[in-house]
């Protein structure tokens, strides 16, 4: 039976100490699985993943990280914090948010000089994952001049070269191109093969299934709902509409007007 990793239990997050954004959340994260956190905006899967990140923690609840509870004081311990950061990484929604030095390369190569790692080892990495990545015609442009695309892939790059036994991604194909999108997957998936935890908060639930084990489904009220496994959670067209996760598109046929739910799951069958 695989470790777990994360364990949730009765998890509360508010920020500013009004504004709700997790309300009793209990879970737990295997060793080497795949997991996927869907839900409509600000039901609380940015935060949680910050949370699993080591950037927020809780008002109320516990969390543990790796079997020790996981809380502000301990990263004041420098051994505690380095072990964790280079256990951990997070590639944020806005890519921004990660890019701020003056060249992509000195973006990718920032965290692992940061955590003391060996010149010629990061030199290693860099070139593995420029070769992955195909962004070698990228590293002496500054991050402002890269498309959407080119930043998601060097914010993925910044975070892989530490190496991290967990990858944690907050919706990694957002506002991509197909190409992109699937370059992206197809990594993820290499990733968990080679052993990586991969945990995504995404809307985009044509992925799910191919990137995910376990889906947590979260509400409005900032909690889960429902877990299962990809394929259960995909065809509850009920418990999607109820969540914000399918829209409603209305079609006129020969005998009037019909009305489905749209989940986008069939447009990249095309790829």
Do not use: W
């Not at 962004?135 to 914010?155: T, Y």
């Not at 919706?171 to 699937?182: C, F, Q, V, Y």
């Not at 995404?202 to 889960?224: N, W």
């Amino acid at each position: 039976m695989a470790k777990t990793l994360f364990e949730l239990k009765g998890v509360y997050f508010s920020y500013l100490g009004k504004f709700p954004a997790l309300c009793g959340v209990d879970l737990s994260i295997p060793e080497g699985s795949r997991v996927s956190f869907i839900g409509a905006n600000g039901c609380g899967k940015s935060t949680l993943l910050q949370m699993l990140d080591g950037l927020l923690f809780p008002d109320k609840g516990i969390i543990k990280a790796f079997g020790a509870e996981l809380k502000e004081n301990n990263f004041n311990n420098e051994k505690f914090a380095r072990e964790f950061r280079q256990s951990v990484g997070l590639v944020f929604q806005n890519s921004d948010v990660q890019l701020f030095c003056p060249t992509v390369k000195e973006d990718i190569v920032f965290g692992p000089l940061q955590l003391g790692l060996d010149k010629q080892e990061i030199k290693k990495r860099l070139e593995r994952l420029v070769d992955i990545l195909e962004i070698k015609d990228l590293l002496d442009r500054a991050p402002h001049q890269l498309s959407i695309g080119e930043k998601r892939k060097v914010a993925i790059a910044s975070t892989l070269i530490i190496e991290p036994k967990v990858l944690i991604l907050d919706e990694p194909t957002a506002g991509l191109d197909p190409l992109t999108s699937r370059h992206i997957i197809d990594l993820l998936i290499q990733e968990n093969i080679a052993g990586k935890t991969i945990i995504t908060a995404t809307h985009d639930l044509h992925i799910v299934e191919e990137i995910s084990d376990q889906v947590f489904v979260f509400s409005r009220e900032k909690r889960i709902v429902r877990n299962g496994v990809p394929s259960d959670i995909l065809k509850d067209t009920e418990l999607l509409e109820a969540h914000n996760l399918v829209h409603i598109h209305s079609h006129r046929h020969k005998d009037g007007v019909h009305i489905h739910a749209h989940t986008h799951l069939e447009h990249h069958a095309q790829e």
